[in-house]
């Protein structure tokens, strides 16, 4: 339980971003100072001689208030030397004393020395140097003005550094020599592992926190600037494109939020428009409804009534037959109203799917007009549907079945309803009188409408009849549907509308 708390921050994006801006802080710090060093020890490693040499230079001028008018203090000396040793022999790569550490008058004669191999007072160094290094001893006591400095390698990996000792006057007291044994190798390699390591510690300390300061501090604005955009995502999935993000930063985040606005602007316009198409295609086919049905029988209850005026002072008999008859027409108003009332409820395909919508219009549109429906289904797989599929299909259902209870004059209807996983067909079947689909006067407002509807759903619908065999309207799309209004669809509509 504590490992995955622990695992948890870094798997969302802003632990997985200070992660990796400290890893990465980390490694860029370690590889600048491992350079860095192989660099100092590769510079160290080639002037050994330069860099001894060149402290033996410093501390040299330290030693001329010890000769007190030409007569060395050997005590005073011997003492400096144990002072300043630690500084020559512990400069750079070397670790450990020099083999000897020594204080010479002008004649090239010891007077103090110190180190694992010191010289005892009053010997003459040359004894103790190389052939080369008394040559170089010679240079640099024979040079009055205490100028000259050598450093050379004797056998055994040893060096010997030489330096005057001059008056401030420029009066030159003797020399300050030392020979020390130079760093192998292995020496080296041990010095820089040793270095590395402890800055290591040091140096992934600081990096870790300063890339975990960096990193927090910077993913901070980032994950936000993400969670807003992530925010207005989850209000688009619910259907509210009215939600913008608002993010002017020019890097890759704020142009995706700026397309993404774009993209909700015009996924809004879309279903505006769409909303306004389909207002559009309702209301032409209530008024092609009303047309076709209760405006017929207002105007032919209109003629009943005319009639009914004229004969009730001469034919009361035939005035109560007139009157009966506009009543049956009203009843019949009545019916047409009531059905185009039910099909109105929104509440249609909510909540049931569209196998249950069928049932229950075939089953009310049976009751309301005494025609006998029968309903077959056959599913392959989920029934699920999107709602564009349904609705289309659904209202391709409303309209047959009234044109069937105006126009047919049939006592059965069969309706099949066939889902696969590729596509949803629909057909109504009915044993009515038919019509003639080539006549100019067959393919009506709402035949047309239906295939406009399967069209717009990437189907089609097909209408088949024959006078005096029945009518079939097959309907069939794709089971995702398409659902997208085109211009042409939209002029199609637009034009629907009866006069």
Known sequence: MQKKRFIQPFRQLRGKLTLSYTLTSVATFLLVEITLISILFGYVSANVSTIVLNQLKQDAPQAAPYFV????????LTAWLHVIAPSVSNTGPFRGSPIFLAVIDAQGRVISSIGTQPVAAGTPLQTRLSSQDQANLQRVLSNPSGTT?????EAGDTLVAITPIVEINGTMHGA???KILQPDIFQLAKGLLQLIIFSMIVVTTLAAITGLIFGSLNTRGLTSRLKSLSAAANRWSEGDFSAFTHDRSQDEVGQ?????????EQLQQLLQ???KLATLEERNRLARDLHDSVKQQIFAISMQIAAVKVLLKKDADAAEV???????????????????????RPVALEGKGLAAALRELATGWAQQTGIVANLRIDVEGTQTLPMSVEEALFRLAQEALANVARHSKATLVQMHLLITDEAVTLSITDNGQGFETTSKGGMGVGLLSMRERMKALGGDARIESTPGKGTTISAHCKRSGISVPTGEEQHLTSQNLPA
């Open 273 to 275: 428009a769409r909303q």
């Open 69 to 76: 008018h030409g007569s060395p203090d050997q005590e005073a």
């Open 149 to 153: 400095s050598t450093v050379g390698e």
């Open 322 to 344: 007139r009157l009966n008859e506009a009543e049956k027409l009203v009843r019949q108003a009545q019916q047409e109203l009531t059905s185009l009332i039910r099909e109105l």
């Open 256 to 264: 995706l939020a700026r397309q993404l606005n774009s993209m909700a």
């Open 176 to 178: 300050l020599v030392m």
